[in-house]
T-cell receptor, first 117, second 113 residues
């Protein structure tokens, strides 16, 4: 069974440009999460989808970030326009069931390393 | 403030030596507790988790962790470290009242031959 995949693995863009990160969860997982790790800091929660609906987006830093999960399968995270402080590693995770984290393990992808110059 | 603390940013141990990575949390009620490991180029892999019950939890790869309520700690241990254990280790919690997973800053483990 394929794990969580993320694309691209690395992205280098200039300040002001747009970048779209993609996450493909494990097939059949209703829950999809995005996290971000800024250099030297802890991994921080961004948002949580249950199927195609945003369950919790309290961790999204500002309105330059837009996440979607059309059809409840893969998800995209768009940063527009990118700023220097957006640099970091963006992780995606998925878990089965519809009730969130409790009782379930989150399976993480390898992350996308974003560098904004 | 609610937080997860991993006080050791970097630890170096010799192969075959024992290992203990510290994790403390600050939450009103005991959260759900996790340890993840990230090897270079890989995603986060779950080592073990604690929800309730026996406070000594066995995980994969020979790791175990002990939940101590009185100390608000969930330290990760391994009796004999292997070179392949070199990686970054993250303690994480899910607070009792929501679904958000919160991570410590991570501890990078180096294993000397």
């Amino acid at each position: 069974e394929a794990g969580v995949t993320q694309f691209p693995s690395h992205s280098v863009i200039e300040k002001g440009q747009t970048v779209t990160l993609r996450c493909d969860p494990i097939s059949g997982h209703d829950n999809l999460y995005w996290y971000r790790r800024v250099m030297g800091k802890e991994i921080k929660f961004l948002l949580h989808f249950v199927k195609e609906s945003k369950q919790d987006e309290s961790g999204m830093p500002n309105n330059r970030f837009l996440a979607e999960r059309t059809g409840g399968t893969y998800s995209t995270l768009k940063v527009q326009p990118a700023e220097l402080e957006d640099s970091g590693v963006y992780f995606c995770a998925s878990s089965p069931g519809g009730s969130g984290i409790r009782g379930g393990e989150q399976f993480f992808g390898p992350g996308t390393r974003l560098t904004v110059l | 403030a609610q937080s997860v603390t991993q006080p050791d940013i970097h630890i170096t141990v010799s192969e075959g030596a024992s290992l203990e990575l510290r994790c403390n949390y600050s939450y009103g009620a005991t959260p759900y507790l996790f340890w993840y490991v990230q090897s270079p180029g890989q995603g986060l892999q779950l080592l073990l988790k604690y929800f309730s019950g026996d406070t000594l939890v066995q995980g994969i790869k020979g790791f175990e962790a002990e939940f101590k309520r009185s100390q608000s700690s969930f330290n990760l241990r391994k009796p004999s470290v292997h070179w392949s254990d070199a990686a970054e280790y993250f303690c994480a919690v899910v607070p009792y009242n929501n679904n958000d997973m919160r991570f410590g800053a991570g501890t990078r483990l180096t294993v000397k031959p």
